[in-house]
């Protein structure tokens, strides 16, 4: 198994901490996500049909371009213009994902804004409403992150909020080598090779002994690219890997709290804290 193939193994749609430690993102099922639409488009119906009997009964004497104006105004608002409303103003939710305890994110993880809203609703408007929902069910199963293509071209996705982020715990750096990557250099390293690292050394156990070998072989190679000196001749590479990162931790812990305590120092206290 290449190097290159273990971080796609490995690293799938997680996101990673500057220390490689992995956080499993909640996204939506599919059918979480098909349930919540069918709720949006319920209540859509049910206000088009109000609206066009209240707007009907007002422009029911006017001419044909005056209702035909009115019909189209009332389309784009209804299937628009109030659900992008709705979700900036919500924060990324509608009246479907609410009730499924769910809610649209950027890509990474902030909350959409009115142009990430306005390109979804847009998209959505071709994809449920001209070609009937097709294309969004079939991108939602394709893609990792169940995105549909309104997601795809505003940066966003749907996560549920009924399941917790799990961050499994980060590694030791072992006995043995602490006095070696306490001395080291550890350069940057891509964003990549620090999820591979994390994700090979907290599922070993389920890898066989030849892919366990060969990957944790080729992820040291990389890493020792980026360190410098190299460790003693004989260590295992599972231990390097798990120094490593151990050590890059111990560091953004200590810079973190270094500029804290600058922060405190230098600046008056906050009034509002």
């Known amino acids: 198994m290449s190097v290159e193939a273990g971080y796609q193994t490995y690293a799938g749609e997680d996101l990673v901490t500057g220390e490689g430690v992995s956080v499993e993102v909640p996204v939506a099922s599919v059918p979480s996500r098909v349930a919540s639409r069918l709720i949006d488009l319920l209540i859509t119906v049910v206000l088009a049909v109000g609206s066009f009997f209240v707007v009907g009964s007002l422009v029911g004497f006017a001419s044909d371009a005056v209702a035909q104006a009115a019909a189209l105004v009332l389309v784009v608002g209804l299937t628009v213009i109030l659900p992008v409303a709705f979700e900036v103003l919500t924060k990324g939710h509608s009246p479907g994902k609410y009730a499924l305890g769910l809610c649209t994110v950027r890509d990474d993880g902030g909350p959409i804004t ?8 847009l998209v959505g408007f071709v994809e ?3 070609l009937q929902g097709a294309p969004a069910v079939i991108a939602a199963v394709i893609h990792p992150r169940a995105k549909r293509l309104g997601d795809m071209a505003a940066g966003t996705y749907v996560m549920s909020l009924r399941h917790k982020l799990q961050m499994t715990a980060p590694p030791e750096a072992p006995p043995a080598l602490e006095h070696w990557v306490r001395g080291t250099d550890i350069g940057p390293m891509p964003a990549s090779l620090a999820i591979g690292m994390r994700q090979f050394l907290t599922r070993t156990g ?5 892919s366990r070998h060969h990957l944790g072989e080729d992820l040291c190679a990389q890493v020792l690219r980026h360190v410098s000196p190299p460790p003693p001749p004989g260590v295992h590479p ?5 120094a490593v990162l151990a050590e890059r931790r111990r560091r953004d812990l200590e810079r973190l709290s270094s500029e804290d305590a600058r922060a405190h120092r230098l600046l008056p206290p906050d009034p509002l804290a």
């Open 206 to 210: 389920s890898l066989s002994a030849q």
């Open 128 to 130: 449920f409403y001209l």
């Open 114 to 121: 009115l142009r990430h809203s306005v390109i979804r609703h």
């Open 238 to 242: 599972e231990w390097i890997l798990r």
